[in-house]
C-alpha cells in the first residue's frame, strides 16, 4: 500500500505564488509516476502535471509557463511549484501516484492507483 500526504495549499493573491508538497509512504517502489490534479467547484477534477521516475512531465496547457512539478526521489516527494497564480487556478489540488506492484499472495502483478486527500488553493483578485 502507498499513502500520500499534501501539504502546502492556502490562500494567495492573484499573480503570487505557492509550492505544494506531497510525501510518499508505504510500498513507495511501487510507484512510477506521481503528479497533481485538481477540481474546482463545480467542475471535474483536471490534470495539472504529472511526472514518470523517468524524467518525462505532462502537463495542462492551462499552468504551462507558470506551473513547475519536481520529484525528489530519496524523500518520495513530488513539488508543485505555481507562479503567477490566477483566480480560476482556485481549486482543490490532490496529489496522485499511480505504478504496479506483484501481489504477494499470487504472484499476480497488480495496478496502483492512489489520491491524496486533498489541498485547498485559493486565490483572490
Known amino acids: 500500500q502507498v499513502q500520500l500526504v499534501e501539504s502546502g495549499g492556502g490562500l494567495v493573491q492573484a499573480g503570487g505564488s505557492l509550492r505544494l508538497s506531497c510525501a510518499a509512504s508505504g510500498n513507495t517502489a511501487s510507484i512510477d509516476t506521481m503528479g497533481w490534479y485538481r477540481q474546482a467547484p463545480g467542475k471535474q477534477r483536471e490534470l495539472v502535471a504529472v511526472?514518470?521516475?523517468?524524467?518525462?512531465?505532462n502537463s495542462a496547457d492551462s499552468v504551462k509557463g507558470r506551473f513547475t512539478i519536481t520529484t525528489d526521489n530519496a524523500k518520495n516527494t513530488v513539488y508543485l511549484q505555481m507562479n503567477s497564480l490566477k483566480p480560476e487556478d482556485t481549486a482543490v489540488y490532490y496529489c496522485?501516484?499511480?505504478?504496479?506492484?506483484?501481489?504477494?499472495?499470487?504472484?499476480?502483478?497488480?495496478?496502483?492507483?492512489?489520491w491524496g486527500q486533498g489541498t485547498l488553493v485559493t486565490v483572490s483578485s
Open positions: 496522485y501516484a499511480e505504478g504496479s506492484y506483484r501481489d504477494p499472495y499470487d504472484a499476480h502483478e497488480r495496478s496502483l492507483e492512489v
Open positions: 511526472r514518470t521516475a523517468g524524467g518525462t512531465t
